[in-house]
């Protein structure tokens, strides 16, 4: 394969690591790809899943929840990934947030999010604790963002779908960390997709080069002091990783590197800063010898296409500190008012209305009581936008003027005094804070009739249901395999019409 990596992008690997490490670079071209899947540990415990798991996984060392699996393997045909029990991501790609040290209660930004795979993991570390705000600027990646942390069942989550300088007026010093996976020319993907190659040309970088400095100057200021920024790219030019960094720190005194001490990552390279690939003498000394501070991962010095990571820290007290982001007032809808659709608005331009505080939550309360044991969303703020109720994370401050996606974890639709249940929030839910439902086993050959979107038939005494209140076996049930929600189902006279969205199907 490495016959086919473009000339000049050869040229300048030569230049900058040399021929003996260029060599063994070169060859990790040709030899095989490696696999990884991350377990989402908010559904289950890794120990469960390693019992369980039809997979052979082996641990990656740079993130506890990582593993390589076999090629061949298909985990994303497997019944477990419908249910959100895992990831399938790039192993270097793990890295980052395992670096961003994100804890339960936290305000975490994952600003050029999609399609999500680093967001799912930050949503697993805040254990539903805390506020995600996610967001991309491009709209069609943004559906494959929302669709992946609705799989993984993230509760505390809001899409934005956002130009990052018309964020920083709403959420200026609001992040305790913020992740910057930024767009890049994509060098570490040679290997992965081959198309990357034909689309890389020497004039990329520059472009991406400055797409990089405008956004990292963006989150700075979203960031509170003390705060964490994890930038990373998955390319190799030093434009958009040390050089990056460096102007950033000269920039911006009031962050700081903090050095990322890994043995299987090698350090940053402050010596790559130069001519002709940077500009000569464009950043102080100091701001080039903290980059070694930083990391890099070699696809020919550990399992993984590669990577690279800073961690940023900005001081307590930084200069200029703006106070965070006033908290939105309290606005669950009053009941009885009138209710428009913001589905379909969310449908086309992928985009929420205004919420309105008009819409009757009593369908929803009357199917909460009857359907579920715990209360999923007692700490969040419910609102309406349009017909549609979404949980938003408390502590959000006001989103007016954004273009948002989810406000927060959608819980299903008003129509007419009816609710009808989100594919969401069955995928939120756990098997137990449900009342009433249907548990496949894996071999059941119903469990993957039931992904396919076929109606199944169920016997009355296989609806699991509160015995204590005598509740019928009639109306939706949640639908789980092996123990995991999949989806609802609606339950009637043996019969369990299905409910899993047509374009979540297993094909
Ligand atoms: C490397 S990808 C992110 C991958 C993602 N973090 C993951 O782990 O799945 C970079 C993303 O940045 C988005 N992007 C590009 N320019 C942006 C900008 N100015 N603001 C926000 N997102 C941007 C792209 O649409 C792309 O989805």
């Given at each position: ?7 000049a ?5 030569m ?19 490696v ?22 996984l ?5 993130v ?114 913020i ?47 003390g ?10 030019s030093?434009?958009?990783n ?7 720190l ?14 299987e990552?090698a ?12 500009a ?29 990571v800073?961690l ?12 965070p ?34 819409v ?38 006001e ?12 819980i ?9 249940p ?5 995928m ?80």
């Amino acid at each position: 394969m490495n016959n086919k990596l473009p000339a000049a992008f050869l040229e300048k690997m030569m230049d900058l690591l040399g021929s003996d490490e260029f060599e063994r670079f070169l060859e990790s071209y040709d030899q095989p790809r490696v696999y990884g899947m991350r377990i989402n540990t908010q559904k289950i415990e890794i120990p469960e899943f390693l019992e369980k798991s039809p997979f052979a996984l082996t641990p990656i060392p740079w993130v506890s929840e990582g593993f390589y699996y076999e090629e061949g393997q298909r985990p994303g045909k497997h019944p477990y990934y419908h249910a959100g029990l895992y990831y399938i991501q790039e192993p270097s790609a793990m890295a980052p947030v395992e670096l961003l040290d994100v804890q339960p209660g936290d305000k975490v930004l994952d600003l050029c999010a999609a399609p999500g795979g680093k967001s799912t993991q930050i949503a697993a570390k805040l254990k539903g604790e805390g506020v995600l705000v996610v967001n991309d600027n491009h709209s069609d990646r943004v559906k494959a963002l929302v669709k992946n942390l609705e799989l993984f069942g993230v509760r505390n989550a809001v899409v934005l779908n956002e130009k990052p300088e018309r964020m920083i007026p709403v959420f200026r010093g609001y992040f305790d960390k913020i992740l910057i996976d930024a767009p890049c020319s994509g060098e570490g993907m040679f290997r992965k997709e081959e198309d990357m190659m034909s689309q890389w040309q020497r004039h990329s970088v520059t472009e991406c080069s400055s797409m990089q400095r405008e956004i990292l100057g963006q989150a700075a200021q979203m960031l509170a002091a003390g705060g964490y920024i994890v930038y990373s790219t998955c390319t190799f030019s030093p434009e958009e990783n040390e050089a990056q960094i460096a102007e950033l720190l000269d920039r911006h005194p009031e962050f700081e590197v903090v050095r990322i001490d890994r043995a299987e990552f090698a350090p940053g390279r402050p010596d790559w800063v130069r001519a002709p690939w940077c500009a000569e003498d464009a950043y102080s000394e100091q701001a080039l010898a903290a980059v070694a501070g930083t990391a890099r991962l070699w696809p020919h010095r550990l399992k993984g296409e590669g990577h690279y990571v800073a961690l940023l820290r900005k001081r307590d007290s930084a200069p200029g500190e703006m106070a965070p982001a006033m908290e939105a007032a309290a606005a669950v809808p009053a009941a009885g008012e009138r209710k428009r659709s913001g589905r379909e608005a969310l449908r086309r331009g992928g985009r929420a209305e205004a919420p309105r505080a008009a819409v009757s939550l009593e369908p929803l309360q009357a199917f909460a009581g009857e359907l579920l044991r715990s209360e999923p969303f007692a700490a969040a703020r419910l609102v309406c936008y349009g017909d549609h109720a979404y949980a938003s994370p408390a502590g959000l401050p006001e989103l007016h003027g954004l273009k948002v996606v989810r406000p927060g974890w959608y819980i299903g639709a008003l129509h007419r005094g009816r609710f009808e249940p989100s594919h969401a929030l069955a995928m939120g839910l756990r098997f137990d804070e449900a009342k009433r439902v249907v548990s496949l086993a894996l071999g059941d050959a119903r469990a993957l009739r039931y992904l396919k979107g076929e109606t199944l038939e169920v016997a009355e005494e296989e609806v699991i249901r509160d015995s204590d209140t005598g509740q019928a076996a009639k109306g939706y049930c949640l639908v789980c395999v092996d123990g995991h929600p999949v989806g609802w189902g609606k339950w009637h006279d043996g019969m369990l019409k299905n409910e899993y969205p047509p374009g979540w199907r297993w094909t």
